[in-house]
C-alpha cells in the first residue's frame, strides 16, 4: 500500500503544494508546509515514520533546516 487513500497522503502525493521534510536530530523529522508555514504533528509514531518515509519516497524536498 502506498498510502494514497491516507489521511496525510496531502504531505507526499502533491494535492497541497509546500510540505518539505526538515531534518531533525531528535525525530524523523519535522513535517512542514513553507507555503503556509504550518507543521504536522502525527501523534502516532508509526504513522508519522510512515508519512516521512512516503514523502522521502515521492521525493518531497529534505532540508537541513528552517528557510
Request: hydrophobic content about 40%.
Amino acid at each position: 500500500m502506498d498510502g494514497a487513500d491516507d489521511q496525510f497522503s496531502h504531505v507526499w502525493e502533491g494535492s497541497e503544494e509546500g510540505w518539505v521534510v526538515i531534518r531533525s536530530e531528535i525525530t524523523a523529522g519535522a513535517i512542514c508546509n513553507l507555503k503556509s508555514s504550518r507543521l504536522l504533528v502525527i501523534e502516532d509514531d508509526g504513522e508519522y515514520v510512515r508519512a516521512i518515509s512516503l514523502m522521502l519516497q515521492h521525493a518531497r524536498p529534505l532540508l537541513d533546516d528552517f528557510p
